[in-house]
């Protein structure tokens, strides 16, 4: 939900007294900033916080009473867990008709999987991303959470979808969105090039220098004396030009896709005693698709990347992260930065005030243990 935070939402995140899970995990073993995780700081900006015991027999009234004041709700239990605690989308919907009810799950609420974990790796490994990616020999996962983000992604898009219905009739949508989907719908022009060719998985199979299974010669990843390079559809009589190689020369008029390996192989051979610099020249000047393959140290020195304002460095606490920015511009400008709640049930006072609760409500429902919030009160980051 950052993304629509990051739009002008109001986003109240419901947390357990202590703390949702990604507070308390992160990669690269637990990689904090100020003793906050960096795995709840990478998305969660914009994000209020409240906490809420929800097994708590007055807990089910009072996220009730949220929700009658809200347009969405959102959430990514396993099937059946709002249910048990009385907030499923029936219940909710009974309470509030024009309710946008999102959910978020694995392999959604029906279906045969319907009880198995989701996990990005998994749904890497059964979407065929892994397979695809390896080659057909060497199955390789992508080095990032992928289908976790982009399932993320298409249930921001579901709700906005659903508040247009919402702003032109009035009416409610149960939205779900599954990281099954999400895996295969990152695929969508390799699956449906795949289906069409009609020539089986041993398609799949190649030289492991070239990038996809689907797209012709030289496409793909090539080691340079210093470095690597990523080049993409050239043609070879533009590459034999600009490398002044016979050897790619021998490929023009040969299919670039049928000959790929071969392809692939030669021009290997071709730039592996040839540095970064000279390629880049030689590309440059002739106006090729290419890049140098950076990391991630490479990247924020990237001169676009820092006229885009990819990253913006935002305090925590003492400390300070690199954040990324709102990866889209409207009107030329990146969104303002929205701070975000450092610990769990920072802000729990502050949206029952907000949403009608009296004082003395909220404390009762504080000393009956249905509410938390931090023993010291803390800013919110970015602030």
């Known amino acids: 939900m950052q993304y629509l935070a990051d739009m002008g939402a109001e986003i109240i995140k419901i947390e357990p007294p202590h ?61 059946g867990t709002l249910d048990r605690l009385g907030l499923g989308y029936d219940a909710v919907r009974e309470r509030k008709p024009d309710i946008i009810y999102a959910s978020a799950s694995g392999f959604g609420r029906t279906g045969p999987l319907v009880k198995k974990p989701g996990q990005d790796l998994v749904i890497q490994a059964m979407s065929g991303l892994i397979a695809a990616n390896g080659g057909g020999e060497s199955p390789v996962a992508v080095g990032c959470a992928a289908a976790d983000q982009h399932g993320a992604a298409l249930m921001a898009l579901g709700v906005l979808g659903a508040y247009v219905k919402w702003l032109t009739t009035g009416e409610g949508t149960r939205v779900e969105s599954t990281l099954l989907g999400a895996g295969i719908d990152l695929q969508m022009e390799s699956l449906v090039t795949y289906y069409a060719s009609k020539r ?81 020249a030689r590309f440059d000047a002739a106006d090729m698709w290419y890049a140098r393959v950076d990391d991630f140290d490479d990247l924020v020195e990237n001169p676009q990347v820092q006229h885009m304002e990819v990253f913006r460095e935002v305090p925590v606490h003492d400390d300070t992260i690199r954040l990324l920015n709102h990866p889209l511009r409207y009107d030329g400008k990146v969104p303002d930065h929205r701070p975000f709640a450092l610990e769990q049930g920072a802000n729990t006072r502050e949206i029952l005030e907000n949403f009608g609760f009296g004082s003395s409500e909220i404390n009762s429902l504080f000393d009956a243990g249905v509410i938390h919030e931090p023993a010291v009160k803390t800013e919110m980051a970015g602030e």
């Open 19 to 79: 703390g949702a899970y990604e507070r308390h995990w992160a990669g690269a073993d637990r990689a904090k900033v100020a003793g906050v995780s960096a795995f709840y700081l990478s998305a969660n900006r914009g994000a209020k916080s409240i906490a809420i015991d929800l097994k708590k027999p007055e807990a089910r009234e009072l996220v009730m009473r949220l929700i009658e004041q809200s347009h969405a709700v959102t959430e990514n239990f396993r099937p």
């Open 200 to 280: 089986g998985r041993d398609i799949l199979k190649r030289d492991p220098h070239l990038a996809t299974w689907f797209h012709e010669a030289p496409y793909g990843v090539y080691k340079a004396a210093d470095g690597f390079i990523a080049v993409s559809l050239n043609p070879p009589e533009k590459l034999s030009r600009v490398l002044e190689s016979e050897a790619i020369a021998a490929f023009i008029g040969k299919s670039a896709y049928d000959n790929r390996d071969a392809y692939a192989k030669t021009l290997a051979e071709e730039l592996k005693h040839r540095t970064i610099a000279d390629l880049s």
